[in-house]
């Protein structure tokens, strides 16, 4: 399984998110992902618990994400990566974690946002991890594995929505 | 393999598991170059799925046009359009019904698929964004398990049937439309006699004539419900209305009859779908939808043709079989009826129930309206949506055509709780129906005919008017306002009281966006007149050109009973221009750079990402479809025997031969049952006595190969037999286009 998502939480920001529109088209500008292929940014400022600021790719989705008031840089993946899911989770940190240092060098918003060390872990597949005792159980396996020093912890669950884990 | 595919079997109708695989050979098909890209490209938008900007493998990316480097290479999946490239997925939902169980799963595919958006467009669909064509069959399956399909959606077909969201809790209504929209999307689906149109065909239907909801007078075919007594009885029926539609050129509609009685509206429908299809413009796609064919013929003659259709058309016992049992509708309030509450400690809780609160017919009632900010709502919205709808409405829920979404059968005393419940999910913002409410196409975001970004002007007017609505004077308030990327009117700026659609303008050697401003068109009476276009502002300029010009209305009106139509018209366009003439002037470059980029996107702006728009579909015959399919099967019939399945070798052999040979008799007589012994004959007189299928080697020898297989017994399921029946079947197809291309040239 492929579709993980992983959410680096911001801990606070000081600028207006549309400002990540520009940071994100000079990214495609200046081909600043590796093996990605940038198609657009989307922005969905004006919808409340919704995605934010977009970056499209077509191996995945970057976005500076406000579901549930939990404000963080999302990457999503859409296409495979790794051989096990604990690669997968690994790479898909690895890239996020280098989008966090784009954006923490970036002339214009690098001094005005503060991450934090939280992730968040999504599993994006129902078919593979539906929202059941089961998959969570499976999930909170996989992710101990790659997060092993880190607290895990579930938030409450709303029904079919699908499955995060808390990593910090 | 789509792992959906066994998860769902026995729930899916199988009917639409079978389109659905289809659709996975003919992605096969298109793999592996075996089918012409553009019958593909009219495949999938037949199935919903459309194309998107930049899906050239080109963008500007604000410094130059590069190519986007997708890793499917030269593959394709319609003319132009790059295999790889994220696409759009229309889902219909007729009449913008949506229960709950529909909510949670569209609320699962967007995050699990597109970028997590549910987008409700102007004709109560839902639209994904930014999907891989790779995931469209588990997409379809998953919808089609809780009753949604996406046939049909988009191509030249009969697209979603909308109709007046309050149908059947309405005030002013005749009588609720709901069951006549719903018999007639079903009937009409996937028609045999809707299938070879020029360009698609859009139906509406309205509960009454004065209020807006319906808009029957800008569609390809209106009905109005009315009532009449006919032999001191009261009898339903509709006053149907034919040929308007908006796009560049608006044309309101015609009447084509005062009063059609209910048992005739399907039939007439078909009628009338099949004078479109043997008569409408097939070539020039600009003329092609029914409105031109309506103005070349006018409209008595057109009517003409489609009774003598009528009145020959074989009996079909769906005409009326839905109004046995009395045309209902099983929507049912899940909580008593109550009077309503005012009090609520939450602020804005008087503001939202002053413009986003409808009481229903049906006392105790009130539909709730949740405005969507651009249509727009997240997966996570959507799901919590559905569950607090499960709890105050159940399925009574349905999509508008001003891109919002209305829960009806609200208990009155539920309305403070639910205002709570909606309002910690975002989804009580006041100011329904309002001036603040405006309404978008997708424009430059995601549309490949995008001018200029009709979402990033409308996000910002929205903006700006909601942060004064209270201050706003009613007149204003009661305003609508709508934009469009381009000239194609998708955002149906025509009707609306202060419309704008996307141009650009040459200064000095840099294009700058602009709007044009169309003024005083009319959104009641069922879209009952258009705009007039009064000059072209920068794009930058537009929410000052709003406040100037509604200051005006305000300030010069007659009295308080006249309508900003009714000022528009008595003070001229000139007029109105002249409010807006210091606007239009662009400052330099140098002076303010500002205005040389659109709203939203700091790219330096150019038209270089329009690409070739999908609205319209290919023009792709039917006859080219049916040789289409039949190639399809020929192929799972190699599949098949492949697998060593030589019973399905064979018996799709067969029917490939059976299908190619009708489509090539449909030509002459388009009507020709789907019965082996009649496609035989037919094919025997019309096309193989006469040599007119003869190759010029060959000559008979691929025609023979269906005449002796449909004399033969029934063949042995072994290899050898198959293998010869499938080549066989793959020569007559081979046969049957060459026929068709000589046929096409007026060779034979
Ligand atoms: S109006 Fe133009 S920009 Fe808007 S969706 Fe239609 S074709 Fe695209």
């Not at chain 2, 049937?161 to 689906?189: H, K, M, R, W």
């Not at chain 2, 060593?644 to 388009?670: P, T, V």
């Not at chain 2, 082996?676 to 019309?686: C, L």
């Amino acid at each position: 399984m492929h579709k993980f998502g992983l959410k680096r939480k911001i801990k606070s920001i000081n600028t207006d998110i549309e400002s990540f529109v520009p940071l994100f088209h000079n990214w495609i500008q200046e081909d600043k992902i590796p093996n990605h292929t940038m198609v657009d940014v989307a922005n969905y400022k004006h919808i409340p618990d919704g995605p934010g600021i977009m970056l499209i790719a077509h191996e995945g989705h970057f976005s500076l994400d406000f579901e549930d008031d939990e404000l963080g840089l999302l990457y999503v993946r859409k296409t495979p990566l790794g051989e096990s899911n604990s690669e997968t989770i690994l790479a898909i940190q690895q890239i996020l974690d280098f989008a966090v240092k784009l954006i923490q060098i970036d002339s214009k918003v690098g001094e005005k946002i503060e991450f934090s060390d939280k992730y968040q872990l999504f599993s994006n597949d129902r078919f593979e991890l539906p929202n059941d005792v089961e998959s969570k159980k499976k999930l909170l396996q996989v992710a101990s594995g790659v997060f092993n020093d880190a607290i895990l912890s579930v938030p409450p669950p709303l029904k079919g929505a699908r499955l995060k884990i808390n990593i910090q | 393999m789509d792992q959906w595919k066994d998860k769902l079997a026995g729930i899916l109708p199988e009917s639409l598991e079978q389109e659905i695989s289809e659709f996975e050979s003919q992605m096969e098909m298109m793999r592996r170059g075996e089918i012409d890209p553009r019958i593909f490209g009219e495949t999938r938008l037949r199935r919903g799925i459309y194309g998107q900007r930049y899906d050239n493998g080109q963008r500007d990316d604000g410094n130059r046009i590069r190519e986007i480097v997708f890793p499917s290479g030269e593959l394709m999946k319609g003319p132009d359009t790059v295999w790889d490239a994220p696409g759009m997925l229309r889902i219909k939902n007729p009449f913008g019904a949506v229960t709950v169980d529909q909510m949670i799963v569209m609320s699962d595919l967007a995050e699990e698929y597109a970028d997590g958006v549910l987008h409700v467009t102007t004709r109560q669909d839902i639209q994904y964004h930014y999907v891989h064509i790779e995931d469209m069959p588990p997409v379809m399956r998953r919808l089609g398990a809780v009753g949604i399909t996406t046939k049909e959606a988009c191509g030249n077909v009969v697209r979603n049937v909308t109709a007046c969201p309050l149908a059947g809790v309405c005030n002013d209504e005749a009588f609720d439309v709901t069951p006549y929209s719903a018999a007639l999307t079903n009937f009409l689906l996937g028609h045999p006699d809707c299938q070879d149109f020029g360009r698609k065909f859009k139906i509406a239907f309205s509960g009454c004539y004065d209020h807006a909801c319906g808009l029957v007078n800008m569609h390809d075919l209106g009905a109005l419900a009315i009532t009449k007594k006919v032999d001191g009885k009261i009898k339903r029926g509709f006053k149907l209305f034919v040929g308007g539609g908006l796009g560049a050129v608006p044309h309101p509609a015609k009447i084509f009859d005062e009063f059609v009685p209910e048992e005739e509206l399907l039939p007439l429908s078909q009628a009338m779908g099949r004078v479109f299809a043997r008569l409408g413009e097939k070539k020039n796609r600009a003329k092609a939808r029914v409105k031109f064919l309506i103005a070349k013929l006018g409209i008595d003659e057109f009517k003409r043709l489609v009774l003598e259709e009528r009145k020959i058309l074989p009996h079909d016992d769906r005409w009326t079989s839905y109004l046995e049992h009395g045309p209902v509708y099983g929507e049912k309030a899940i909580k008593s009826p109550s009077d309503i509450k005012t009090s609520s400690d939450e602020p804005n809780f008087d503001h939202w129930l002053s413009t986003n609160i409808y009481s229903q017919r049906q006392k105790g009632y009130s539909v709730v309206t949740i405005a969507l900010p651009l249509g727009d709502l997240s997966s996570h919205q959507g799901r919590k949506l559905a569950y607090i709808a499960d709890k105050y409405v159940g399925d009574a829920i349905r999509l508008t055509v001003e891109q919002n979404i209305v829960l009806r059968w609200v208990s009155n005393k539920d309305l403070p709780e639910l205002y709570k419940e909606l309002n910690v999910i975002g989804l009580a913002t006041p100011d329904a129906g309002t001036i603040v409410d405006v309404t978008s196409c997708p424009g430059t975001d995601t549309c490949k005919l995008g001018i200029a970004s009709s979402r990033g002007l409308a996000g910002e007017l929205r903006l700006q008017l909601a942060q004064k609505s209270l201050e706003l004077d009613k007149a204003i308030k009661g305003l609508r306002i709508k934009v469009s990327g381009c000239f194609n009117s998708c955002g149906q700026h025509h009707i609306a009281d202060i419309g704008f659609y996307g141009n650009s303008r040459n200064i000095k050697g840099f294009k700058v966006p602009h709007f044009q401003v169309v003024l005083g068109g009319e959104w009641k009476n069922n879209g009952g007149s258009y705009g007039m276009a009064i000059g072209a502002v920068p794009s930058k300029r537009i929410p000052k050109s709003v406040t100037l010009i509604t200051e005006s209305f305000i300030k010069e009106r007659l009295n308080f009973d006249e309508s900003f139509q009714g000022y528009v018209g008595r003070v001229g366009k000139k007029y109105m221009r002249s409010i807006i003439e210091g606007l239009m002037i662009v400052p330099s470059y140098e002076e303010d750079s500002s205005y040389y980029s659109d709203w939203g996107d700091p790219r330096e702006f150019s038209l270089g990402d329009m690409g070739v728009g999908e609205c319209a579909g290919e023009i792709v015959t039917r006859e080219e479809f049916e040789l289409q399919t039949a190639e399809r099967e020929v192929f799972e019939a190699q599949l098949a025997l492949e697998e060593k399945n030589f019973r399905d070798a064979n018996d799709k052999s067969y029917h490939a031969m059976l299908n190619a040979a009708r489509a090539l008799i449909r030509i002459e007589n388009y009507d020709v049952p789907n019965s082996p012994e009649i496609i035989v004959q037919e094919f025997k007189v019309r096309f193989f006595d006469t040599k007119r299928f003869f190759d010029k080697y060959a000559k008979g020898k691929f025609g023979r190969y269906l005449l002796q297989r449909f004399d033969e017994d029934e063949p042995k399921d072994i290899e050898d037999v198959a293998r010869r029946y499938v080549e066989e079947s793959q020569l007559f197809i081979e046969a049957a286009h060459s026929c068709y291309a000589r046929i096409s040239r007026g060779e034979v």
